[in-house]
């Protein structure tokens, strides 16, 4: 009985190699990359190794020079479709089977490489010359085997970091979000004067609390909003809608912020009712972020377009400002969970960097997208506008996320 490593990233291919060598008595060890295998090969040691030459980061030409390195009483059979047969063997393979296998003749073809060695090279000019490029060639293969792992390890520790950022995210706005309902209620029923009469200057300082409270909350709800969006875990009630209503409540609810700056709003919007179908209330907090961030990052006392357009099967929000805009690299990135141009403590705009992802999110849950550009020529609302334009496109019927 010999044990044969069988590297190949197909699980059929595997599936069925495995059968034929075990049925034949053989003990066979599996890999799934370059880089497995070359571990398993040389911590293993294996009688003979089955080597597809299509396999995920080194491939089997890497793989088989840096196997004839190390493991050079271990012949070496390319098993492949793809690769090719001179290649294979100038690098170090002992032979070469080429698929679609042969079922009834394999195993004896595999069996006839068993303890074979690779032949020496006759002493010429011409093989010098070819060892000294396979060594060479092997020795590239292994600084390139470990990058491979260095870039893996990175992955790897990468994708578990984004994993307990969007846990902390979640949780500490979960954490937030419970002592906020007492406060808001309690602060409800100061407001409404339950708990006895105010003065007016009280009713000024509670106006201010439930303003800081307002602001506090609604970043508290993008937080989830996005976390739950990247983890798919956000739900979506679909039922019919008109977006332009859904636009006109948000523009009524930006009123006070906006003015607050002067910044006023030009509008184009449908007189009719825009027939839609999606969540109106996640679309509604999306439009809010949009004009939100239009509010923001626009000149004090300048203007807002807003327009809405439409076709039979879709519809699209334009938002643009007349502020500096953002530069082209960042334009892709602004919709990207807490990015922010400049995220230092000094920055001149608050917020955490989660809006705009927001409103990706959402408009890809109903069939559309969001793109962004500085210093468009297109007229939204009947004139250009120097800044940032954001538009929001929606499926007017897409299928419920």
């Known amino acids: 009985m010999a044990t044969i490593l069988h590297i190949e990233d197909d699980p059929q291919s595997r599936l069925l190699v495995r ?43 890497e793989v088989a020079m840096l196997l004839r390195e190390r493991l050079p009483e271990v012949p070496i059979v390319a098993v492949t479709a793809e690769g090719d047969r001179a290649t294979a063997l100038g690098l170090g393979c002992s032979g070469f089977i080429a698929k679609p296998i042969e079922v009834r003749t394999f195993v004896a073809t595999v069996e006839s490489f068993l303890g074979s060695r690779v032949a020496a090279p006759a002493p010429t000019v011409e093989a010098g010359s070819e060892a000294v490029l396979r060594a060479q060639g092997a020795r590239v293969a292994a600084r390139l085997e470990a990058k491979v792992h260095e870039l893996s390890d990175a992955h790897e520790r990468l994708v578990e970091a984004d994993r307990l950022r969007r846990e902390f995210y979640r949780n500490v706005s979960h954490e937030l979000a419970t002592p906020l309902t007492p406060m808001v209620g309690y602060l409800g029923m100061l407001q409404g004067g339950e708990l006895g009469p105010l003065t007016e200057a009280q009713r000024k300082a509670l106006r201010s609390v439930d303003a800081a409270l307002g602001r506090l909350r609604g970043t508290i709800d993008s937080l989830l909003d996005v976390t739950q969006l990247e983890t798919g875990k956000l739900r979506f009630t679909f039922a019919a809608y008109d977006l332009g209503a859904v636009v006109r409540r948000a523009l009524a609810g930006r009123a006070a912020s906006a003015s607050a700056r002067g910044v006023s709003f030009v509008t184009a919007l449908p007189e009719a009712a825009i027939e839609c179908r999606g969540d109106a209330d996640r679309i509604g907090r999306a439009v809010a972020h949009v004009l939100d961030n239009a509010v923001k990052f626009g000149p004090s006392g300048g203007v807002v377009g807003v327009e809405v357009r439409f076709s039979v099967t879709h519809a699209e929000l334009l938002v643009a400002d007349g502020g500096e805009g953002v530069a082209h690299p960042w334009l892709a990135r602004i ?58 496109q929606l499926a007017r019927r897409p299928e419920e996320p």
């Open 335 to 392: 919709f990207e969970p807490f990015v922010q141009i400049d995220g230092s403590p000094t920055r001149r705009h608050g917020g955490a960097g989660v809006g705009l992802a927001v409103v990706r999110g959402v408009a890809e849950a109903h069939g559309g997208g969001v793109v962004a550009e500085t210093g468009s020529r297109m007229l939204v609302a009947g004139r250009q506008h120097p800044g940032l334009l954001v538009r929001m």
């Open 19 to 61: 059968k034929l060598l075990q049925h034949a008595g053989h003990e066979v060890l599996e890999a799934v990359s370059g880089v497995e295998g070359t571990r398993v090969a040389t911590h293993a040691r294996p009688d003979l190794v089955l080597l597809d030459i299509n396999v995920p980061d080194l491939d089997g030409y």
